[in-house]
């Protein structure tokens, strides 16, 4: 079963950065809107940002400038760009898309495609010193 795997979490220290990545496990994803959230340990789930299917961008206020969603010109994948890490960013960063599934690259060709949508299991990024 195709799932949303995310990568690129990982120890970093304050004030560095990391890019995480979310893309599918198999086949060819065609993104539509997609969305990054989080958890801290001990604290409730939060929004963190989401592009559009017309690829607008939205982030929550206290992120905004220093982090940047984005997805690549084939809407294969979506990324997270995270500056100016603060030790508060530590969390299980997850990964959220909706669009169309390609199983291999002969559907894609004919336009054969299942809708989805999706979570991923999450990765984990941890800003300390």
Known sequence: QVELVESGGGLVQPGGSLRLSCAASEGFFRFNAAA????????????????????????????EGRFTISRD???NAVYL??????????????????GRYYLNYADLVNERYRNFNLWGQGTLVTVSS
């Open 73 to 75: 010109t084939a809407n």
């Open 81 to 98: 760009q995270m500056n100016s890490l603060k030790p508060e960013d530590t969390a299980v960063y997850y990964c959220y898309a909706d």
């Open 36 to 63: 990054w959230d989080r958890q801290a340990p001990g604290k409730q789930r939060e929004w963190v940002a989401q592009i559009t299917r017309g690829g607008s961008t939205n982030y929550a206020g206290s992120l």
